[in-house]
């Protein structure tokens, strides 16, 4: 199974993945909110904040996959969502939507409360 580690505070990302959830066939992903103690997530080296300002997936392989790497790992399994997959796997569009995520997940993050408090919980220690 793909493990799909997401932020279920963040309204735009539980919005983007219940419509995966709703169109995604059964069997193929396991999607966990990081919010939510889970011992999948706890087993894991990612950080909490990282966690919570990119997407995470790590794939039936049990590679980890950030950012726009791991939503090419969700549309390569999501029907009509493939071509997409294809075109954003294109070097140099892959690379621009890597800033262009990256700039708006820090953006994203850097907004929300319970990211600063992550963020600042990871700092003490």
């Known amino acids: 199974m793909i493990k799909v580690f997401f932020d279920g505070k963040c309204n735009l990302c539980s919005k ?3 419509y995966y959830i709703k169109i995604a066939p ?10 939510l103690s889970n011992d999948d997530f706890v087993n894991t080296s ?8 990119i997407l995470h997936v790590i794939d039936a392989n049990n590679k980890l ?15 009509y ?14 690379q621009i939507a890597n ?5 708006f997940a820090n953006w994203r993050f850097n907004r929300l409360p319970h990211c600063i408090l992550a ?7």
């Open 16 to 18: 983007e993945i219940n």
């Open 99 to 103: 800033i262009v995520y990256k700039k």
């Open 81 to 94: 969502w493939k071509i997409l997959a294809k075109v954003i796997s294109i070097p140099i569009i892959r």
């Open 26 to 35: 059964s069997g193929i992903f396991d999607w966990q909110d990081i919010n």
């Open 65 to 79: 996959h950030l950012g726009i790497d791991a939503f090419i790992v969700i549309w390569n399994n999501l029907a």
């Open 119 to 125: 963020k600042n919980n990871d700092d003490q220690i």
């Open 46 to 53: 990612i950080k909490i904040s990282d966690a919570l300002k």
